[in-house]
């Protein structure tokens, strides 16, 4: 459902319902139930500034049952619902001068329900993500950017034992770009920091983040 009150203004409301069979088999045969799920969703979209702001803001709330859980390799539970509420918000910003800005930020917070992890907080799963990218074009074709994305802490387990501290990666790209060919040049942790962590396959399994990584780019173009 949409209501537009004004022509640079949007009010929204979204709900879904989901349905997953599953189709793994714990080692003792047991047979798992599919799981379903529903969320709400509402929100507000803006466009200001004779459209150089575009943000949208929503509120969620959602809930899955028969949430499966990998303990291990061949480990498998299921742990009733989870559920989360959380808020989205998304401004993208063309700043004049051909720069522009992009902001996301996400706010959740998602909780086991039921079972054995009942009251726990799903792992890697942060109450705050941040996003931020700036781009700069020149009329020479030359193009440059930077940007961020920020993590709070969170649990490395489902069993809330093991708890990760929060951290921040830098990114940075620039690139030349002509009728008949561009090149880009991006780097991905830009400051090489070597103390986050991934989240592995199941269980408490992680994996160390990425170092520094810096690839190129050359395309040609024909007509």
């Known amino acids: 459902i949409v209501y537009a009150p004004r ?14 069979p599953v189709n793994t088999v714990p080692a003792d045969g047991t047979q798992l139930e599919p799981s379903t799920g529903r969320n709400y969703e509402i929100g507000h979209r803006w466009q200001g500034w004779n459209g150089r702001v575009d943000t949208t803001a929503a509120v969620y709330f959602v809930s899955r049952d028969n949430v499966t859980v990998q303990q291990s ?11 989360s509420k959380g808020l989205d918000l998304d401004v993208n910003t ?26 726990k907080i799903p792992r890697f799963a942060p109450k705050h993500n941040v996003n931020l990218w700036l781009r700069k074009d020149w009329a020479a074709g030359i193009n440059a950017g930077f940007g961020l994305r920020y993590l709070a802490e969170q649990w490395g387990d489902n069993d ?48 160390p983040g990425q170092p520094i990584n810096v690839t190129t780019t050359v395309r040609l173009k024909w007509n």
């Open 160 to 207: 809330n034992t093991q708890r990760l501290d929060d951290y921040t990666i830098f990114s940075g790209a620039i690139g030349y770009r002509t009728p008949r060919w561009e090149w880009s040049l991006n780097a991905e942790n830009l400051f090489n920091n070597d103390d986050y962590f991934l989240p592995g396959h199941f269980g408490n399994n992680a994996f």
């Open 73 to 83: 390799v061949i480990s498998f539970i299921q742990v009733g619902e989870q559920t």
């Open 7 to 20: 022509f640079d203004q949007q009010f929204y409301f979204a709900t879904a319902t989901s349905f997953t």
């Open 94 to 119: 063309d700043l004049g001068g051909q720069a522009h800005l992009v902001f996301n930020y996400g706010l959740a917070t998602p909780e086991f329900k039921e079972g054995t992890l009942g009251g």
